[in-house]
């Protein structure tokens, strides 16, 4: 099975952790959402995350979506826990960018999105909150080519995507000159290939709170942000530690990507790319 970790990053109150819920729901990892307002929400731990209703640390929750294992990591959107979220980017195959489709372009989600264009992270962009009046999906990827990048497309937009693709190779601008749209199979690999290079950022929308645009976001995900399948690294165990975890019944773990060899104890805990839980030391 390919493995894939993502990030959801956004705007402090752009509904990330609603997002993150709806996502759990529904790839059948929980059986109900979580409410950020009631304190329940799956991936806010902490007894200050429940009482105030914000991310303070990095969390993960693994789902599977289409035989994908989705490694999830939901994100601080506060500016003061800026450093929690530039950690957890050291274990990410691919991002979510949150916009607003009522406000647009916030100031915490273009610092966000020139930090994952530094790191080389693949990013989707997802404009929430689209059943609010005055939401306006046109308006947020206007102001997202303006503001972010030129390569803020729909990924609803076959033709759109065929003129951005045009533009990096020269045999698909021939053929889109002469009328020519790629089918979906032939088009995606080198949508895929072009958010790699940093050329690409396809957007989607819906809204998290009602639950809609969740399932082509997670099918955007499968598709665009699933590293190919890579052998297991030998060598000496290396990695970074980017999250901390409390248990009632496991205790204390820590969160782990990978980069060689393999992590075990009395029993194996994790091998190879990727991130596993296990119980810290000491």
């Known amino acids: 099975m390919k493995t894939c970790s993502i990030g959801i990053f956004a705007h402090v109150d752009a509904g990330k952790t609603t997002l993150s819920e709806q996502l759990l729901l529904a790839a059948g990892a929980i059986r109900t959402p979580g409410s950020v307002d009631r304190g329940t929400a799956h991936t806010d731990r902490m007894d ?5 209703g914000i991310s303070v640390r990095s969390t993960c929750a693994p789902f599977v979506w289409k035989g994908v294992r989705v490694n999830l990591i939901d994100t601080p959107g506060h500016s003061d826990f800026s450093a929690e979220v530039e950690k957890s980017m050291w274990a990410l195959d691919g991002a979510v960018l949150l916009l607003s489709g009522v406000d647009g372009v916030q100031p915490q989600a273009e610092v966000l999105f020139e930090s994952l264009r530094a790191q080389r992270i693949p990013t989707l962009i997802f404009v929430n909150k689209m059943d609010r009046e005055n939401a306006d999906f046109g308006a947020a990827l206007s102001q997202a080519r303006s503001q972010l ?3 803020v497309v729909s990924l609803e937009d076959d033709e759109a995507l065929m003129a951005a693709v045009a533009e990096a190779d020269e045999q698909t601008l021939e053929d889109y000159l002469s009328g020519v749209i790629y089918p979906r199979e032939k088009l995606l690999p080198r949508v895929r290939a ?10 989607l929308c819906g809204s998290a709170l009602r639950g809609q645009g969740i399932e082509p976001l997670l099918d955007a995900v ?4 699933t590293p190919e399948a890579m052998p297991e690294s030998a060598g000496e165990p290396c990695g970074i530690v980017f999250a901390l975890d409390e248990d009632p019944a496991m205790g204390r773990g820590a969160y782990v990507r990978m980069f060689s060899g393999a992590l075990s104890t009395d029993a194996m805990i994790g091998t190879g790319r990727g991130w596993r839980r296990a119980p810290a030391e000491g």
Not at 48 to 52: F, M, Q, S, V, Y
């Open 194 to 203: 072009l958010m790699g290079d940093m050329a690409l950022f396809p957007a």
């Open 222 to 225: 499968a598709a665009l942000l």
């Open 149 to 151: 990048h030129t390569g």
């Open 48 to 52: 200050i995350e429940r009482r105030r």
